[in-house]
């Protein structure tokens, strides 16, 4: 295995992987550390809601003790509300900074909403956006059909961009993109669960139902070839698993990472769960 293939999940602090995941009785100040002693990288979701204060980061970064590969995703006034003024972007890359001063930023991740099509101003918002996060390594994540093309890999590719591959479930009009083959410098892949049923969140106002999915082995196996591969072509692959309901993003993230042979990412202890 490629040193560059790091695994892990979207998010960390969930009371509910205690147990399954964190020893029970583990603060939660303490999981930061927990998480960084089993994997090597972990994507920062809650930033699309807001951006913390840059000490936030400095703790993390501090907590982690170099172990970790930080990826962060935009705030949604960038990638949901075309919001690309100083107001909106400033505060996210002073956040920013340690992690960059660190050397352990991997990549900053736009997700589109699903309802951003491939047409000439869903084409702008995307460059408006990535023109102001310019000169930090960008992933781009783009869940409608409509982008499921050469020339929008190509369009991402100009901008030396990466296009984010998605797991997620097979309904009319969402994005088939499960592949990896990165379109700039990262391959970036996130697994979201292929539940059909919830995905858009009936009856669900958190909207975590969509994520309540457990992958099976036959469904992680077919990844293997594509992600090996990615990792030959990209500077480094990012692997993340959003499926964090019941924990199951840990038990996933863990079993992909035994089909992938590599013990880096897998628990030394085999009393981990207890």
Not at 48 to 55: A, K, L
Not at 230 to 235: D, L, N, P
Request: aromatic share 10%; hydrophobic share 40%.
């Amino acid at each position: 295995m490629t040193p560059t293939l790091l695994l892990g999940t979207s998010g960390y602090s969930y009371d509910e992987w205690h147990g399954v995941f964190y020893p029970r009785g583990l603060a939660k100040s303490a999981r930061l550390d927990f998480y960084a002693s089993v994997f090597r990288a972990l994507e920062i979701n809650s930033t699309y809601y807001g951006t913390p204060r840059p000490d936030a980061a400095r703790r993390a970064v501090r907590e982690a003790r170099g172990r970790l590969a930080f990826s962060v995703k935009a705030p949604g006034d960038v990638t949901h509300r075309g919001r690309a003024d100083a107001a909106a972007v400033n505060p996210f890359l002073d956040y920013l900074e340690p992690f960059r001063e660190g050397g352990v930023l991997s990549a900053v991740l736009l997700q589109f909403p699903n309802g951003l099509h491939n047409t000439t101003e869903g084409r702008g918002l995307i460059r408006q956006a990535c023109g102001a996060l310019a000169g930090l390594p960008l992933a781009v994540e783009l869940r409608h059909a409509s982008w499921d093309n050469a020339a929008a890999d190509a369009f991402l590719a100009d901008m030396a961009v990466s296009r984010v591959a998605i797991d997620q479930p097979e309904l009319r009009g969402l994005s088939e993109s499960r592949r990896a083959a990165p379109t700039g410098p990262i391959a970036y892949v996130r697994f979201h669960g292929r539940n059909a049923a919830a995905w858009y969140g009936h009856g669900d106002p958190a909207g975590d139902s969509r994520y309540r999915y457990r992958y099976q082995a036959g469904e992680l196996h077919p990844w293997i070839p594509a992600l090996r591969d990615a990792a030959e072509k990209a500077t480094s692959t990012l692997v993340f698993f959003n499926n964090h309901p019941d924990g199951n993003a840990i038990l996933d993230a863990l079993a992909l990472a035994t089909m992938l042979g590599d013990p880096r990412a897998v628990p030394e202890s085999g009393d981990l769960f207890g």
